[in-house]
């Protein structure tokens, strides 16, 4: 199983910027998809975006489309959250998801290796 470390939440502005960090550790994780997963206090958590194991496998939710950008770099085990424009309703803990299935579909993958979270908060 990927062990994954987040880090780079914090406090922000309305429409200011954060990058968050996944750090993995782990065989074999150049075939992994990563995914970004947004928990809201009192709320479940949603699905903020994916990234697969092939160039261009990049998807995202409705709510974060044209805001954030998901990448990764398989030279240091890296997936990486740019978050720009953030809203007050962007705050809450996000998690980074691992999973072995890289070449599939990765909005459609249940996601089996959970990072501990990092908070964000968007408020003036």
């Known amino acids: 199983q990927v062990q994954l470390v987040e880090s780079g939440g914090g406090l922000v502005q309305p429409g200011g910027s954060l990058r968050l960090s996944c750090a993995a550790s782990?065989?074999?994780?150049?075939?992994?998809?990563y995914g970004w997963f947004h928990q809201a206090p009192g709320k479940e958590r949603d699905w903020v975006s994916c990234?697969?194991?092939?160039?261009?496998?990049?998807y995202y939710a409705d709510s974060v489309k044209g805001r954030f950008t998901i990448s990764r770099d398989d030279g240091s085990n890296t997936v990486y959250l740019q978050m720009n424009s953030l809203k007050p309703e962007d705050t809450g803990v996000y998690y980074c998801a691992a999973d072995p299935r890289g070449g599939s579909y990765c909005p459609m993958i249940p996601f089996d290796s959970w990072g501990q979270g990092t908070q964000v908060t968007v408020s003036s």
């Open positions: 782990g065989s074999n994780l150049d075939y992994y998809a």
């Open positions: 990234i697969g194991s092939a160039r261009g496998s990049d």
